[in-house]
């Protein structure tokens, strides 16, 4: 139970640190603390406490958007704060009012008149949403003992049917098969064997421990088990004919031909049907185990209940495997061409938890939390033969390179041929490919329905992988044309009374109508965006019918199209909105606008949070106060705050602690030590990367926009020159062959630790002119041209993206080439749909291009997932930085250059 | 048939890469994806004679100063570009014959000036006469275009190619001349 004085303590306290004029982050903080006590206070919703609290947190906020308090600012809190105290102190009725308050309902802010009109068919008064206000006493009529109402289960079911939309895609490998386009009219065969396997187990249990009043126990335990094993599906098929491009087209394209296979008809695992929904249908599954045993322990049991206090436990554990292996064998007139085979082994483990606690019927608490493991394992390699050992020979980088890269091997390149498909197979390279790797996604949820699930995707090749000609289906109704100028500038929410009228598209409960889709396929994938209004693509990213892929790819992407600030300022219209009523639907709709809001003000970068931007958001904290929402109001208050605050420092900030006695140079320390600090620097300053930067700079290049991203790059400018720098300064030649050999044992290191920034840094010094055109020692210049085939720009990168892609994580990526390739997915697709493709239309947003950029972008946060397992190392640390601090320029480089050897241009 | 390399250098927010996106893709198509395999290759026809473009277009990696070199010890002929909206950009590339000619150690470059986004002539900062003068001075091929109108886009990077024939023979010719003597 909470206590009434939490909020004397965090009030006191906040007088205190004012009194002693502490920084604002600290002001800032123990607000939120008050916020926090408040609102676990019965009385939270008397309207004369809520302006008080309302009063203080203005004036704080309001203060700590500017650098520094002045005395009048600190005076001011103070004020306000000692009213708020004063107030909660005499004019508060308040150990009175906090018993009343646990038995009467106090009335909160008035409805609106649009609830009559939209309840209609909200029938029964089980499905009528409780929201988890304080004060909120209007409690559920949960039915039976033991039973969960529908509302209670609401949580973890939506997060576990969210984990769900990540199926296991069907695994279909293309094989290609040397010299297979020869012009000779043979008979061609082809066979395909493809053999896939699942078993999944699950295992709820329910707890249920009630406190009487008497302070006996009660508790109630159910468990259920359900396990399913195998759908062995065998597929054999062939093909003849004299090389007819059809059939192997046809072939070629699975997905299709899979369809009309009847065989494969009852075979909806690989194809939609989210592994949820077939647990619930028990009677599908012969193998079925079921066991319901409640448990009763000190049975008072029906004795009428008072108000107790009870905890109801859930559990769920689920595992699942899948096996899908394919086979392919070509002949010709009898003669074997090729054979291969391919394995992939899925395996997933999910855990969740939820507690409710609750004081007789009402839900006080909830409380979620939980794991999911996936864990995926490609073999490759011909039948019969070992697949590819686990982790790649390190033995040459060169070699490296031609084991992945040729295609005469059992190449690793089936995923050639799907659009970005570099960055595809990146992604999925990241989850497999000849190595293992485990994901731990985590997830937690509250009262509040904000779930947070960091998804990871294997449905994205197959969304782009499409022809140029798919045909859409066209919205059936179409948003005005509102010309795109017009920003809306902050909002004050607190002030603000009419918030919108059912016309307004932000507003509405579907939106897909006005969407543009691709009509080929199944309409139950939300995958199939293509476009439409802004506004409906807003609305469609707060839906649970929009797929987790979706939303994602509409958060990485939407500054394409819409501001932060007018993003943010719609989907409050939109809450506040829907929050109006309270049927089932608008109060979902709000919870799930809600959860959107959170996420957008979690990711927003410092670029963004500027005053526009933090006024409306706050303005909006104190409208959720007012209205009695402090759950809402804390949470976002919190999270903003974070984004303000973000403490992380630089590793460069903190300033060098030992000077040494001598002057210290590169070969006072291994090789290898260097590299794991550059390593340790390179990884700060690529993990301070925020996705939009990158976006912004294929947009417009503005430096102040991407403040991490141009540091990063000129870093690696830095390491460049100083490498030319360190090579050409030395007099005699054998230093500077002494340097250039350093400089290769730690490029060595470098690649070992997948740190392409830095070993690109390097080789792009080593392999300057200035360098490159002395003289050398053969079996030096030898290493380093073998290094540079990395940076051949031939086949868009072709060698650097092979080499990022068969690289274990974590990577450091070199920068420059995901650059470029925003910039060129940004220059060469329509911003809008072409007039010509939607009826004229111009203002549909080509959500194509976002799915592109998604792609990318992803891939770059999957990378900055990962984290190396090195320390700091202060000496060695501290000489990278002061010495690299210290180079020479491009001309000055030249100018060494000539001194050591005379210019011979030729004419 | 013979294969060209072309590098496309100029300051970032010159529209190079619009530029090489028109040339390459000269119709609409639905994806594109600049990280395929053959995405910045191209046929065309010069003179009644097919060859391969190559492209290397620098756009995205302005910003690396330090990889330029490898950029252009990678390619045979340049297309130098500024945006003629933008006096700033103009003034950036003033030095890029002189880098190209230090890394590739020879004055024989083939280079190609250009001026972008001639569609936005209202807002015109350099003059034609300011980018001729320059192109005189570094006796090389100019020209003013568009990537939004397709503008001489095409006719732009025939002309790198007659410049990269021209180099060649000449280079050619020297030398014979040389052995001559």
Known sequence: MPHANEVDVALTYLIQITAKRLPPHHILLSTQSLLDAISSRSDATVPELQNNLIRLLKSVDEKSLKDQFNEADYNEITTVAKQLENYIKYSLPSAAAANRASTSSIKSEPRSSRTSSTTTNNGTSKTSSTRSRASNSESTESSTNGQTTKEEEENLDNVLRQLNLRQVPKFQPVFEFANS???????????????????HGQKLCEEEVETLPDGTTRRIMKTKTISTTQTVRHVTRSTKGGGCPEITRKFVDGDRTLNEDEELKT????????????????????????????????????????????????????????????????ERNGKLLGEMAATKLDSSELKAKQIDSYLGKLLLDRKGEGSYEENTVIKQGKPEIEPVPASPPRKHVVEYIQHF??????AVDYLRGTTIASYISLNDNLRFQEEQFRKKLQFEFST?????????????SSL???????????????????PDAKPIKEIDWLKKEAIGEEEDLICSFDVNDYLLMRADTDQSKPLQIRGGPKDALIVYGTQPVASLVFQEAFLVTYRTFVSSLDLINKLIKRYLYMVLSDDSVSSSAAKNTFSVIVRVVDELTTFELQSPLI?????????????????????????????????????LSCIPKIIPNKKQNLFDFSSSAIACQMT???????????????????QDQDEKKSPN?????????????????????????????RYLNKFLKIMKHLRKHNNFNSYLAIMSALLSSPVERLDWNRRLWEQLTEHGSVMNTEKSHKNYRDMLQSAKPPVVPFIGVVLQDLIFIHAGNPDKIPPERCCGRTTLINFLKRWHQYAVLDSIRKLKKWNYDIQKDDPVFYFLHNSTKNFMNDDQTWSRSYEIKATQRRS | MREFKVVVLGSGGVGKSALTVQFVSSTFIEKYDPTIEDFYRKEIEVDGQPCVLEILDTAGTEQFSSMRDLYIKNGQGFVVVYSITSQQTFHDIKTMREQIVRVKGTENVPILLVGNKVDLAHQRQVRPEEGLALAEYWSCPFTECSAKNNHSVNVMFAEIVREMNYVQNKARDNKSCCTIL
């Open chain 1, 615 to 651: 006024n409306s958001v706050t303005s909006f904290v104190y409208r959720l106060i007012r209205d009695g929402n402090f759950t809402f109001a804390r949470i976002l208050r919190k999270r903003l705050l974070e984004r303000i605050e973000d403490p992380r420092p630089s590793p």
């Open chain 1, 405 to 410: 890269g040729n295609k005469e091997n059992t």
């Open chain 1, 464 to 482: 782009l992988d499409t022809d140029e000609f798919v045909k859409l289906t066209l919205p059936t109704k179409w948003a005005e044309e509102i």
């Open chain 1, 709 to 737: 991203l141009v540091k990063f790059t000129e870093h690696f400018n830095h390491i460049s020159f100083w490498v030319r720098t360190l090579v050409l300064t030395p007099g005699s030649q054998s230093e500077r062959e």
């Open chain 1, 181 to 199: 386009e020869s012009d000779d009219d043979g008979i061609t065969t082809d066979e395909r064997k493809e053999e896939r396997a699942e078993k």
């Open chain 1, 448 to 460: 509040t329905g904000t779930s947070s699930v960091f998804p990871d995707f294997y449905n994205l």
């Open chain 1, 680 to 698: 340790y620097l390179d990884a700060e300053l690529f993990h301070a990367i925020e996705p939009p930067e990158l976006l912004w700079w294929a």
């Open chain 1, 267 to 330: 075979d909806d695992f690989f194809k939609k049907s989210p592994l949820f929904e077939r647990f619930n249908l028990h009677s599908k599954f012969p193998a079925l185990t079921c066991s319901e045993e409640p448990i009763k322990q000190n049975g008072h049991d029906e004795k009428e209940k008072e108000t107790g206090q009870s905890q109801k436990t859930k559990s769920v554990e689920r595992t699942s495997e899948v096996t899908q292996s394919v086979s392919q064998k070509k």
